[in-house]
T-cell receptor, first 110, second 114 residues
Framework: SQQGEEDPQALSIQEGENATMNCSYK?????LQWYRQNSGRGLVHLIL?????REKHSGRLRVTLDTSKKSSSLLITASRAADTASYFC??????????FGTGTRLQVFP | KAGVTQTPRYLIKTRGQQVTLSCSPI?????VSWYQQTPGQGLQFLFE???????NKGNFPGRFSGRQFSNSRSEMNVSTLELGDSALYLC?????????????FGPGTRLTVT
């Protein structure tokens, strides 16, 4: 079963707008990661946030983590058409294997 | 450094046949994990190998198996293929000793079972 659930399932925005996607998970974690997948290809690691961190930045990406609510959010600022992809959160749960969420499909229109 | 490579990229098999997929991790990475991705079930963890030993296994039937060689290259095998095995199979390697750290994915093998 999926450990993480992303919300929304799909998101369409214009270039220049910000995109926010959320991830909820079920069990305690050591860390949470976000990945991007372009259509039918392998995943690319974006950012890892540890359970004792609340916020992390990487370029145009901002990730927050609220362990009390078992949720995380990924914010992409000033979106570009090239950001069009599916975004997945992944957690390790109570094991040391990564469990991926259901993903958010982001479409950025030029 | 070269990225994770997977061969073949595309494969068409018939029900009942078996298939072997190959994955070469990034040089120096000792952890290799396999995932199955389908539209209905999403990304599901198959198994993880570290130093030639299976360290973790997902909830898949025994028809799915794997192994890792001394050079960290890994293979997965699916026997007695079923239509539902049609999927994108992704391999990922990790620098750290624990698979839950950032993983580097290959492009995947698209398996179609007819």
């Amino acid at each position: 079963s999926q450990q993480g659930e992303e919300d929304p399932q799909a998101l369409s925005i214009q270039e220049g707008e910000n995109a926010t996607m959320n991830c909820s998970y079920k069990t305690s974690i050591n860390n949470l990661q976000w990945y991007r997948q372009n259509s039918g290809r392998g995943l690319v690691h974006l950012i890892l946030i540890r359970s004792n961190e609340r916020e992390k930045h990487s370029g145009r990406l901002r990730v927050t983590l609220d362990t009390s609510k078992k949720s995380s959010s990924l914010l992409i600022t000033a979106s570009r058409a090239a950001d069009t992809a599916s975004y997945f959160c992944a957690t390790d749960g109570t094991t040391d294997k990564l469990i991926f969420g259901t993903g958010t499909r982001l479409q950025v229109f030029p | 450094k070269a990225g994770v490579t997977q061969t073949p990229r595309y494969l068409i098999k018939t029900r009942g046949q078996q298939v072997t997929l190959s994955c070469s991790p990034i040089s120096g990475h000792r952890s290799v994990s396999w995932y199955q991705q389908t539209p209905g079930q999403g990304l599901q963890f198959l198994f993880e190998y570290f130093s030639e030993t299976q360290r973790n296994k997902g909830n898949f039937p025994g028809r799915f198996s794997g192994r890792q060689f001394s050079n960290s290259r890994s293979e997965m095998n699916v026997s007695t293929l079923e239509l539902g095995d049609s999927a994108l199979y992704l391999c990922a390697s990790s620098l750290r000793d624990q698979a839950n750290y950032e993983q580097y994915f290959g492009p995947g093998t698209r398996l179609t079972v007819t």
